[in-house]
């Protein structure tokens, strides 16, 4: 009996050790292991990204040799007029190809036939071939009494609104539809964007500035052509441009309740409201200079967190139309980027009185928002307000208040486009109050 009981005091002390063996913990081989889709992964392991298709990256996207010109606006050193000489601007058509042979066209006809018809039998007997490089289907019809073939084949493609360009290597004349044009630039960096910006509002994307030395490279059709052949013709017409400085913010109420605009008049004083527009949404105010971006600033943040999305400013010539990319100059990706705000302008003479005649536009690319027809003088002004942040939401439900808004501040301003010969532009640019409005009616 003795020696049974050492034996199981023996077995217990054995299961005990036993226990506490099984007890210890076993060291992994890696501090972490992550098993996915049957594969460890752990601090060793070569990230795996799924394919992306080739797109442009949003940040190649968004770059811009123009936007540190156009999305930037000193407000401390704002002129609400300037003065510009006048700089001749030249177009000049590119890929034009070699000279023509020195032949001479008399009492040649055609009727009802297409551009390429009429150049073959124009040109047989000679070893010029006529190649289009695009399907071509105008019908041209006239009469050549005389001159030379290079005449001859300009007028006849330009009745037929397509370009040509010879290769007097090959003996072939290529026809097509599209050209592609040299604007020479002046150097006055606001005639620039007034004309940029006049292109952009006839829908031309495809611009290629060099801004070193200041020219403008384009493509496009026959009606492409004459519509930059107009706009030049303005431009260097033209007496005056109009240019504007944008902000644009949206705007938190901190409570549940919409901003209380009302609140201007006694901020302001009634003499510095000078006109209330009411638009389909929203409504544009027309203000005095005691209003301006620091103060209407200072007006919102009384009763919201007001947060500056955009920045920036825009030109076009008189009489014109331009638009602002407000997602071109947007600080960062946001609900309101795909807004426009457009603008078509004349500045003259309005019932004897010098006024700034202009109709801003507010539209998406679901179609237009809001309009403003919005007469002023120099030195006015305008606030749009009353725009709510909800009409760029798309989805169902948003975390975005119903009282949040889009404001958009403009200020307008002018300017001189006077004959270099004239003399001296410093003193203009400095003129104030009634000397400037005396110079301007001058």
Sequence with gaps: MRNLGITLVCFVVGLTMMACQQKQPVQPLYDNVTVVDELVINENSVPIFPKKAALTTDTARRFSVELPRRCTVDWDNQTVVSVVPSEEIEIVRLGVGDAMPDLQVSDYEFKNLTVK??????????????????????????????????????????????????????????????????????????????????????????????????????????????????IIADIAGKKYMLAWDVDVYRVYPRTDNPIVWMNLLPAFGENNIKMSIPGVVGRALVVGPEINT????????????????????????????????????????????????????????????????????????????????????????YVIIGIPTHSFVTTPETLVSPFAELVVFMSPRVVSVVDAENGDFSGANELIGDALRDYLSE
């Design 294 to 381: 620091k103060t209407l600033q200072e007006f919102m943040r009384q009763q919201a967190n007001v947060v500056l999305i955009s920045q920036g400013s825009f030109a076009i010539p008189n009489g014109w139309q331009s638009r602002f990319d407000i997602g071109q100059c947007s600080k960062e990706e946001r609900l309101e980027t795909d807004l426009i705000v457009g603008a078509t302008a004349t500045y003259g003479d309005m019932a004897g009185r010098e006024k700034i005649d202009a109709k801003i536009v507010l539209r998406t690319s679901n179609g237009e928002l809001s309009s403003f027809n919005i007469p002023s003088s120099v030195g006015d002004n």
């Design 117 to 230: 018809r009429a150049l073959d039998k124009l040109l047989e007997g000679t070893d010029i071939a006529v190649v289009e490089d695009e399907p071509l289907y105008e019908k041209i019809t006239g009469t050549i009494s005389a001159g030379n073939l290079s005449d001859a084949v300009e007028l006849m493609t330009k009745m037929g609104r397509v370009y040509y360009s010879y290769d007097a290597q090959n003996g072939e004349l290529h026809l097509k539809h599209h050209s592609k044009w040299l604007i020479k630039m002046p150097q006055n960096e606001t005639i620039i964007m007034a004309l940029l910006d006049a292109m952009h509002g006839a829908d031309m994307r495809n611009l290629l500035v060099d801004w070193q030395d200041k020219t403008l490279i384009f493509e496009g059709n026959y009606q492409v052509e004459r519509e930059v052949d107009k």
